[in-house]
């Protein structure tokens, strides 16, 4: 890119996230794609993050509500089902545990150094339903 | 398809309608647009030929000019032909996203009824957002009656759109005094005006899929400098020679003559009135007069502001020995932005020329013809001294004491 | 009642932060902010004064910046001593307000920490927003480093609240080489800052409910251009003679000598470069140098921006030879804006000095030394022939061929 | 207001509702209030009107809704009831008859030539309440 001078860069405000033409990326996986030099794919921001969300699979409803309002784009969902966070884009916002419904959540902050299995097990348990009283 | 209108040959319309019209031609793909006096009835006319079957488009009503142009932003990026209107407090408030249409090389039509800002509120024509928009990187047209409006606008979709450009255009006109004023305005046929614009042409369209393209990055300090210096350069290079282009080929089409520099009996002036807008006609019929009287006057309205044409200025007043230059919004503590234009404009030219400045007409204030006899008898006083005989900046039309700068 | 907040007689601040502890000292009432990048500490260092009791006032978090500025025209009009801070965008979305607190004769101090504008998006430092403000109607102070920022805003509240003046003010900072780079500020103890600044004087305050007064009215063609030319009339007249009773108070109190107009070896300066912001004192640091060479090399800083002091820089200017302004704004389709308000001083002034254009530094780009010994050279060219050596207008620090206009 | 030039004004985009001092306003009502030339309350906007809103005061039940929503201060309330319609200062929005709470309203729009009499007459009845079959 620095290479380029004023007069060598394509106009307006853009940046070509393939090379070339693709077809169809929307069916290809996100670490599959060969994305150009340009994209910020390959760039990570987890140092911004001072917390970090760990997923309980075993909680988890597949509600894709994370998924829906991640704002970075960090939450994998495969098939409608959540899989995993993408920690290389991950800033840390928490917006995602924010949203998760489900009592406790199947995602929660962590401090970044916390070891995920300690945390599994330390995750507050899922009391049982009771008869409600009126 | 859209239905044709039939218009003939002269129709009776004001700058308002002379627009609305221009923009059904072009046939454009979206407007997005909120209200506001007085640029209202364009947008409102367009909505009414579009659900009458005129134009195949569509019409968004945005939450506020804010988001009416960040509409048209979007709209263009996917690759539309887009245009919109507004004046005064809604240029205000969309002038951030005017930064980013600019920024982004997005080619959009901006209809701009100039109106007055306030405090205090004020629905009358002044050129204070015209001002506002000055370093906003688009290219600024400016019409003194409805029959400039329309053709003005054909101009703007060409050479906005044209390929070396890609730069977003505004085409200017008083606040009431041409938007509400109905005059005669020479038309052409729908599929004439058209072609003289032109089919639209995308490029870099967001909804070319097979081409994804991401609009509207974040360049910091390796990459901003370069993005900003081949916009000015586009803007600099490309558009003047492209504005002539097409002044060329409407008076080809239509024997109506258009300059990137409007200059009246410029030829032998000695002392000129240089300004914009409704005035340069008023201006015209008084140096009329003056040149009965056997008087070398002349007048320069500004045609194109943006990009200043700087040298054509300079080279149409180099036989001046007075010149004047009439600023329509308050300055704020300085002199008049057009004398400033002209003082750069004509440093290091070797003119041994008096530059003095009058402001005039803000909120809706009438220019005379008895004020603008007033400008011409000072500027034949400074001619004849070869120095300002009056204080460098004057108020006319002002109700109290005379009220004058420098 | 607000605890003391002690100060070392020398601070480490960066810009921000000098900016932060002048609001606090002040006590302003009311601040109604929105952050955004670099100016955010600005309101988050005075939000945390506030919560831990050195301050007895109020903080709003607006819900855009247009928000935020209402809120402080709201709070002004009530009759309080009100301040925020914006930058960039932020300015930008601010724009339509700051005409209406002008237009409306509220006193608001604004913090600007001066940033580039999108697009494409850019958070580094350049003069943009600055520029977009400056037919606003308000006064625009401009600081070249974090000393300045404490004590122009200082000078800011003292002057603006002025019941001669009753005019908003901005005190510009650059983005980054300012607000975040923390250098020794020499302070005034709360007491003492406050007595300088004075206690706030209410005028036709809203909450005065025996005096009952509407604020914000309409005024159409028959009363607009007599408040607009009152307006222009405060800022003209009376603006600049306070601030220099300002600075006199300030020199008499700390021996910190500021000046309407920064001149800097220019008593027989024969080429000098005409800029703002940090760029002051690397130009100065660059003629320094010249001048151990025998080159009769000078600095003019601008002080004052708005009003702009026309007749103090062409007197400043008189018996150069070549002049070079440095803008850090892009000019997007003309010569710099302060080519321009440079031009128009010199204008009629019989100078026969040659006036050039460099555009710089736009995006956070830094500006070099070397750079400046390199306008500093085109200078002595242009004063040797007579006449400019160069074009017009060049780019300085930008990657690619050379580009020039003019 | 006209003799006067730029130097001769108040600063200030403001004008005086009232002249001189006045105390506790808000305990006059507006019409025994003396506004000053400048105000606009002498000033009828009633030509602005295309329909009016009538007013059934059988139908009221004073909450008040048009006196806090109406944008004109055209809503004459006084001690807590509503009177009547200040027909100088209606715009005609219709806000008022839009957030009347009441079935049917107590508010309703007219034609501008209406007669008030003839207006009530054919006012949509109150429907007898029954009860609520599940």
Known sequence: MLENGWDTFEIGSILRPFEGSISDAAAILPEDRLYSKSNSFGISVADWRIEKPLFNK?????????????????????????????????KGCGICVQVCPTTPKALLMFPEQKDEEAALSEWPKKEKKEAKEN | ??????????????????????????????????????????????????????????????????????????????????????????????LETLYSASGMRLPIVLNVVNRAIGAPLNVNGDHSDMYMGRDSGWIQIDCYNPQDVYDMNLVAFRVSEDHDIRLPAMVHQDGFMTSHTAQRVKTLSDDVAYDFIGEFKPMNDMLDLD???????????????????????????????????????????????????????????????????????????????????????????????????????????????????????????????????????????????????NIYGLGGRDLTKSSIHTIYRDLQANAQAGSPTTPLQQFIGLRGPKLSFF
């Open chain 1, 58 to 90: 075993n909680l988890c409803i597949d509600c894709q509500f994370c998924w829906i309002y991640c704002p970075d784009m960090s939450i994998i969902s495969r098939d409608k089902k959540m899989v995993a966070v993408d920690y290389d884009h991950c």
């Open chain 2, 1 to 94: 398809m859209a239905d044709i209108f039939e218009l003939r040959d002269i129709e009776v319309w004001d700058g308002n309608m002379a627009a609305s019209h221009a923009l059904r031609q072009a046939q454009v793909d979206v407007v997005a647009a909120y209200p506001i006096t007085p640029s209202t009835p364009i947008v409102e006319n367009y909505a009414s030929f579009m659900a009458n079957g005129y134009i195949d488009g569509e019409f968004v009503m945005a939450e506020s000019e804010h988001g009416a142009m960040s509409c048209c932003i979007g709209a263009s990026a996917a690759g539309g032909r887009v245009a919109t209107a507004t004046s005064s407090q809604g240029f205000a408030l969309m």
């Open chain 2, 211 to 357: 081409h994804p393209v991401t609009h509207g990055v974040q360049t910091e300090e390796d990459w901003h400098f370069e993005h900003k210096a081949r916009q000015h350069h586009a803007l600099m290079s490309a558009v003047l020679p492209k504005i002539q282009e097409a002044f060329d080929g409407l008076k080809a089409l239509t024997g109506r003559e258009y300059n990137i520099v409007e200059s009246y009996t410029m030829e032998d002036a000695e002392i000129a009135i240089v300004c914009m807008g409704t005035s340069v006609e008023t201006a015209q019929e008084v140096s009329n007069e003056l040149r009965a009287q056997g008087i070398k006057a002349g007048v320069v309205g500004i045609r194109v502001f943006r990009p200043f044409p700087l040298e054509q200025i300079a080279d149409v007043l180099k036989g001046c020995k007075a010149i004047a230059t009439l600023d329509r919004s308050s300055p704020n503590g300085t002199v008049g932005a057009l004398y400033n234009e002209l003082a750069g404009a004509l440093f290091n030219t070797g003119t041994h020329a008096v530059l003095t400045n």
